[in-house]
């Protein structure tokens, strides 16, 4: 584990705006939050939970912990921990990990962070004492929320940066170009019948293995990821809105969500584009890897100190692009954190196969990906080790610069599967995010 951090003086305040920033909505809390973000800044952080819940913008850098292994979160989760004792602050970090434990994860503690803890709560920041003083006095103003200066103070932005810009004027859609087609769906072909024929051995042990693809585009001018977090917030209400380290997606799955003793995940596997919905709650097939999926996390639920599980699906949910198989799991602990139960129940079968060490080793084998952070823990945790953590999906990697990105999606293979259906799943997962690519 690495730790970079500073260590200045950080304060905590609640942002002007009373009850009008705690009524709205969590799509126009972040759009407000958004247009504060001086407009230098390529890469904000940005984390919303659907249905009005945890919201959270940040940019710049304060502290950074990392670390890998297969304890990676709660390796940096101690040393944030340690560091907000020692600089006597309590605020949350955000966090992404690898789904290879050789990689390195990080959790970042921005420069400046305004958070709201769900609707009717205030909006806080966190940031230096100088910053903050910037912050609210002049581009609280830009964001149109009530302010203590006069309209025609232009006032200034933190770390005398320059002025914000607004992340909902539309602007020209951008036009992408496809970068790596020419042998794609082959090799696509060749993965899941390499997979499908270990799977089909009688002495196999692999139940299921999530093979991955990913494509590449370039842009005809750089994407605002402040556009592209407001569009995903406006049309996947039902999804965990994420950017992180360029990180930038929608993810409808939640591995963690761990606060006040109470623990919520939410497990997909099993997808139907529009009009064959239907089917899934019938087909052997779907029902078969929604059940892998669901019991590599149940049998893990006591070794992460998690008791009196309630246990609510399959049901389909309907997203915009597709609908799943979904099931719902609430537990209590007096003592996990999120940290501590992300590093026991991640990777679970949903983005990796059962037994997770076997079907790690066959991904290895024919994915020929790089997933990088796609497909792992993404979200936020606190000081007491509270926290939400997605699983990244419905999601891209946008290039430093903002002009080109990479869309990754995945598929559940099993001994029956069949090559050209898992791809145009594949397909059908990464519209959403190409669509708000294009709006960005």
């Known amino acids: 584990m690495r730790p970079i951090a500073k260590t200045p003086a950080l304060e905590r305040r609640v942002l002007p705006g009373g009850q009008a920033l705690r009524e709205l909505s969590g799509e126009q809390w972040l759009s407000k939050m958004l247009a504060l973000v001086p407009a230098e800044v390529e890469r904000p952080w940005v984390w919303l939970a659907p249905h009005d819940g945890m919201a959270m913008v940040g940019w710049g850098r304060t502290a950074r912990f990392e670390a890998s292994g297969d304890t990676a979160v709660s390796t940096a989760w101690s040393a944030f921990r340690r560091w907000t004792q020692s600089v006597g602050i ?10 290879s434990p050789a990689q390195q994860g990080f959790l970042v503690v921005p420069e400046v962070m305004l958070v709201r803890e769900g609707r009717g709560r205030p909006t806080e920041v966190i940031a230096t004492a100088s910053a903050v003083e910037h912050l609210i006095p002049g581009s609280v103003a830009k964001a149109g929320v009530a302010s ?28 992408l170009q496809e970068l790596n087609t020419a042998d794609s769906r082959n090799h696509w072909t060749r993965a899941v019948e390499a997979t499908t024929s270990m799977l089909g051995r009688p002495d196999q042990q692999v139940q299921k293995v999530v093979l991955s ?14 556009r592209i977090a407001t569009w995903l917030a406006a049309h996947h209400a039902d999804c965990w809105v994420f950017a992180h380290e360029g990180l930038v997606g929608a993810t409808p799955e939640l591995l963690v969500e761990m606060r006040d003793g109470v623990f919520r995940c939410r497990i997909l596997a099993g997808t139907r584009t529009h009009g064959w ?16 999926s669901v019991a590599s996390v149940t049998s893990r639920l006591g070794q992460a100190g998690l008791t009196e599980p ?33 590093d026991v129940l991640f990777p679970t079968a949903a983005i990796c196969g059962t037994p997770r060490g076997l079907a790690f080793e066959q991904i290895q084998r024919v994915e020929g990906l790089d997933r990088g952070r796609f497909s792992g823990p993404v979200g936020w945790i606190a000081p007491d080790g509270s926290g939400q953590w997605g699983l990244a999906l419905r999601c891209a990697m946008i290039a430093p610069g903002g002009r080109s990105a990479r869309l990754f999606a995945g598929a559940g293979i099993l001994p029956d599967s069949r090559p050209d259906k898992e791809w145009h799943e594949t397909q059908a997962k990464m519209a959403p995010m190409r669509e708000a690519l294009q709006q960005g």
């Open 90 to 99: 309590d605020a949350p970090a955000f966090g992404s990990f690898p789904l």
């Open 148 to 175: 203590t200066r006069t309209p025609s103070d232009p006032g200034a932005t933190p770390s005398g940066g320059s002025s914000s810009r607004d992340s909902t004027e539309p602007n020209p859609p951008i036009t």
């Open 213 to 226: 693809r990913a494509v590449d585009f370039s842009a005809n001018r750089q994407v605002d990821q402040r």
């Open 277 to 292: 919905e239907g089917e899934l709650l019938s087909d052997p097939k779907e029902r078969r890897e929604h059940e892998l």
């Open 310 to 342: 309630q246990v609510k699906g399959p049901f389909l949910l309907a997203l915009p692009n597709v609908t799943h198989l979904a099931t719902d799991i609430l537990a209590r602990s007096e003592n996990s954190t999120s940290a501590h139960i992300t």
